[in-house]
């Protein structure tokens, strides 16, 4: 492998931290078939911004537990990786030279879509993590075009990683675990398939769908980090799927990974 993958991982519950399940077995399996990276760069539904790009800046982050309502011993998760001034520092400048402006902040900790997702992949916690934050009033084509300007680091090891859900509705969520949404499973079917085909304008679009596109998401932050990966991905990469189900009736648990 002369660079490295794209990861988007389907982070679903906060729960999933401190579960051992099917699908932290899934992280552990894509981490475990990559090469080591030198540094990740992740993208997360819950870093949200408007009207700017951010990029967390600091030796070494914090904990943000960013949820209510859990056991106590989720709010005791601890991701101690380092960070790395000199690499978000490149990472600005890439985007400079792209003509993109993005801010360093030192102020940025570790949202539990970070953290509960890397703690399975790279338990260690050894590699330097580099969050950015997602201009949330961006289109769909912007993101694209911040990833397509990151491209370039896959080729010196540093990973590029989302982290969100392809379905994302918190108000149907079944309880029970008895019923999947037929809407959620079309939503989370149509996206696979134009990933799959590098139909990206049709991607792009996915406000048009209408109904299909609310039920699905009432607000986009969960959808919005797979953007930057389309345009970090190009067209010689393979696209694998893991764990494509539709949890709890309205959580899609699919991630992707273009190697």
Not at 241 to 259: D, K, N
Request: net charge negative; aromatic share 12%; glycine share 4%.
């Amino acid at each position: 492998m002369k660079k490295m993958p794209v990861v988007f991982i389907g982070h679903g519950s906060p729960m999933n931290a401190i579960e051992d399940n099917e699908y932290t077995k899934s992280w552990k399996k894509i981490a475990e078939s990559i090469p080591l990276p030198r540094a990740i760069l992740i993208f997360s539904a819950h870093w949200m911004a408007s009207g700017e790009t951010r990029i967390s800046s600091q030796i070494q982050s914090k904990m943000v537990y960013d949820m209510g309502g859990f056991p106590p011993e989720l709010y005791e998760v601890r991701y101690e990786a380092p960070g790395s001034v000199e690499i978000s520092t490149e990472i600005q400048s890439l985007l400079s030279q792209n003509y993109i402006r993005a801010t360093l902040d030192t102020n940025r900790w570790f949202d539990h879509g970070v953290w509960s997702v890397l703690m399975h992949m790279f338990p260690d916690a050894d590699i330097p993590v580099i969050c950015m934050s997602i201009d949330y009033s961006s289109s769909p084509e912007s993101l694209y075009k911040l990833g397509e300007s990151l491209r370039i680091l896959r080729e010196s090891w540093i990973l590029i990683m989302g982290s969100g859900n392809i379905v994302h509705n918190l108000r149907a969520i079944d309880w029970t675990w008895d019923h999947v949404y037929d809407w959620a499973v079309e939503f989370d079917k149509k996206i696979s398939e134009l990933i799959t085909k590098r139909d990206f304008q049709t991607l792009f679009d996915f406000r048009s769908w209408w109904e299909l596109s609310r039920q699905a998401h009432p607000t986009f932050d969960h959808l919005l980090p797979i953007f930057p990966l389309l345009g970090a991905s190009n067209q010689e990469d393979m696209v694998s799927f893991f764990t494509p189900e539709i949890s709890m009736g309205s959580l899609s648990m699919r991630s992707i990974v273009w190697w």
